[in-house]
């Protein structure tokens, strides 16, 4: 199964991420498909879900910056761009505002990084003085996807993957800026990263909706 079948809180993560555009004013999806693709076109054909989805095969190989260059004749002067694994809060108005107050080509929305494991300070004589379970390390922030673009971008696009070549190559143009988000955000990398999903929605709320809605599945 695609990772963005994947379930989370009784429908593909997909479905939840485009639920969050669609809260949001968003109508119009291009989703840049690979691996099974076939099971992204049967999961929403025949689906009212208050949107225009368009799924491309972009290659079963294709790295992630390939997979926005093969969706480029299909993208406006302005684009947002998001992974097909993680939800956020991050409030899409506001990034866009953000987005449009720079001169930068790209926006990336970024978030706190916490650390997975529990922390131990330790003075110089060996003394544990605080154990912190899985702390915020101050000033260190991580890509959380949540990408807006404007189509200009492509004049300078080179690589194959979106973090490792394009990004990089962005911001040593200075066309690369951030929108630093402290609310939700996680994604799905694991078993374990499903359950703790499933655990945050225990009580019927979808904490990545503005909203705070309620669960539907399907």
Request: glycine letters at 10%; proline letters at 5%; hydrophobic letters at 40%.
């Amino acid at each position: 199964m695609p990772k963005p079948m994947m379930p989370v809180g009784g429908a593909p993560i997909l479905r939840q991420i485009i639920r969050l555009f669609v809260e949001s004013g968003f109508t119009e999806f291009v989703l840049a498909a690979g691996h099974r693709k076939r099971v992204i076109d049967d999961y929403f054909e025949g689906k009212e879900i208050g949107a225009t989805i368009e799924v491309v095969d972009t290659g079963e190989n294709a790295d992630t910056g390939e997979r926005v260059m093969a969706c480029r004749d299909r993208l406006g002067e302005r684009f947002i761009v998001t992974y097909g694994d993680g939800l956020s809060d991050v409030p899409l108005a506001e990034l866009v505002k953000f987005h449009d107050s720079h001169p930068g080509l790209v926006t990336m929305t970024c978030v706190p990084l916490y650390s997975q494991y529990g922390v131990v300070d330790i003075d110089a004589a060996g003394r544990v003085e605080q154990i912190r379970e899985k702390p915020h390390l101050k000033n260190q922030w991580i890509n959380a996807g949540f990408f807006v673009f404007d189509k200009a971008v492509f004049d300078h696009w080179e690589g194959r993957n979106l973090e490792s070549h394009v990004l990089p190559r962005l911001v040593q143009l200075n066309q690369l800026h951030a929108f630093r988000h402290e609310g939700f955000f996680k994604s799905l990398d694991s078993y374990k990263d499903q359950q703790e999903f499933e655990e945050l929605i225990a009580g019927q709320q979808l904490p990545w909706l503005q909203s705070g809605g309620t669960q539907k599945p399907g």
